[in-house]
């Protein structure tokens, strides 16, 4: 039996509510350091890209990061049901760069893709102990 218009509506608007939700505990949990939070938001199998050492262990990564900035703030975000697209603004000695990502979050409130972009330029020249040789 086909779900009728409604019901698919409201379906749709509980995932899109359950991918805001997820989103926003995303980034209170990297934003802070808060490993233990993001492992538990994360799939098992979850598809992580990252242009900033993409070999490397992303959580570590995430880690270093949130210790070298001196503040992350989310200007912009767009959420609809399983998608949500984040740009935030990092602050390292007084100056400002973004960083933007995509996550992927199903039905159940996990993550299952993250794709993160960082400005590479801003990021070799204020912090350069961070991108790996």
Do not use: K
């Not at 242009?51 to 912009?76: Q, R």
Request: net charge negative.
């Amino acid at each position: 039996m086909e779900q009728s218009t409604d019901e698919n509506a409201t379906t749709l608007a509980r995932w899109e509510t359950t991918t805001s939700e997820v989103a926003a505990r995303w980034v209170a949990a990297w934003t802070t350091g808060r490993t233990s939070t993001l492992f538990r938001l994360l799939a098992a199998d979850a598809a992580i890209e990252s242009n900033l050492d993409p070999d490397g262990d992303f959580i570590e990564i995430l880690t270093d990061f949130v210790d070298a900035v001196e503040s992350i703030s989310v200007p912009s975000r767009v959420v609809m049901p399983g998608r949500a697209m984040l740009v935030y603004d990092c602050v390292v000695a007084g100056e400002t760069f973004r960083l933007a990502e995509t996550l992927v979050v199903d039905a159940d409130g996990l993550v299952r893709e993250v794709r993160r972009v960082y400005d590479l330029t801003a990021v070799d020249r204020l912090l350069p102990g961070l991108l790996q040789p």
